[in-house]
């Protein structure tokens, strides 16, 4: 857990940077969008992982902020990515507490304002828990934003305390399957069913099922051969900065 002082000090200072991680199209492994992570540039310990920072965020009820900064950060690279002729969409992770927000709304619309970019390029990833968390506040908050074009998403499916009658109730653009299920693949012939099951349920959803954790060249032939279109991985990328994002986008990967 970093220090408040850290935190406050990170955000004044700009010791925080987005990375991106690219989306591919499992067919053409073509780009299709990215998942923006959080990376911290310590003064004295170097660039680090988000984990401490954002539980920080969260003790120090300064989670909104984060959040808020996270956000902003991604509409600016929406519009230089536009810049570079790459017109994808970004992903952006986004807590439980910044869902019960009442705020966020408004702070997504001046934001799409302010930078010219329609919300439709942007999704927000949703850990499972909290998509399926039985509230009434949730279900409204995502009903309002998927209408204003907001993509929905998600995150870590299958790792949660999955509450399959919710998935069918709520209102969803994609499940991202969670990283284990792909990286055991070979381990045990019961990730490929639960692969299969949640494209199944996504093909019923009309949403988008996208695989995390691609590492090899034999999950990726296994994952088309299961029908999953989209994917995130090592095999691809890590999260990089945005302007090696571009370079890739525009190369081959
Ligand atoms: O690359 P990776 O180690 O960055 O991400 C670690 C965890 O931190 C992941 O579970 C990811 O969802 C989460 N995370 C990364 N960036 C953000 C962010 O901007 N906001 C939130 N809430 N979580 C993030
Ligand atoms: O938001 P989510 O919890 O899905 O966060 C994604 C996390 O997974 C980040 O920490 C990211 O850096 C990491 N990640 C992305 N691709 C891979 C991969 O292929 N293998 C592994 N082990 N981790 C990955
Ligand atoms: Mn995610
Ligand atoms: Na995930």
């Not at 053409?28 to 911290?40: D, H, M, N, S, Y």
């Not at 990515?81 to 970004?90: A, K």
Request: proline content about 3%.
């Amino acid at each position: 857990l970093a220090l408040k002082a850290d935190l406050q000090r990170a955000l004044a200072r700009n010791e925080l940077e987005l990375y991106f991680q690219p989306k591919v199209n499992l067919q053409t492994l073509e780009i299709v969008g990215a998942e923006c992570l959080l990376r911290w540039n310590h003064p004295t310990d170097g660039l680090l992982f988000p984990g401490p920072l954002i539980e920080a965020a969260e003790s120090y009820n300064m989670m909104n902020e984060l959040g808020y900064w996270t956000l902003e950060t991604a509409f600016k690279g929406l519009v230089d990515f536009d810049m570079q002729g790459l017109d994808i969409t970004l992903s952006v992770n986004i807590s439980p507490t910044q869902l019960y927000d009442t705020r966020l709304i408004a702070n997504l619309k001046s934001l799409s304002h302010k930078y010219g970019i329609h919300l439709s390029r942007l999704e927000l990833e949703l850990t499972e828990d909290i998509a399926v968390s039985n509230s009434l506040m949730v279900k409204k908050q995502l009903a309002e934003l998927h209408a204003l074009g907001i993509k929905i998403a998600v995150d870590d499916f299958g790792k949660g305390y999955s509450n399959l009658a919710y998935i069918r109730e709520i209102t969803l653009d994609a499940l991202k399957i969670d990283k284990t299920f792909v990286m055991e693949l070979s381990d045990n012939p019961v990730n490929k069913a639960i692969i299969e099951a949640a494209r199944v349920i996504g093909n019923a959803k009309h949403c988008e099922v996208i695989a995390e954790g691609v590492e090899t060249i034999e999950q990726l032939h296994v994952l088309r051969e299961i029908g999953i279109k989209t994917g995130q991985g090592y095999l691809f990328s890590k999260a990089i900065p945005s302007h090696e994002f571009v370079r890739l986008a525009h190369s081959d990967i």
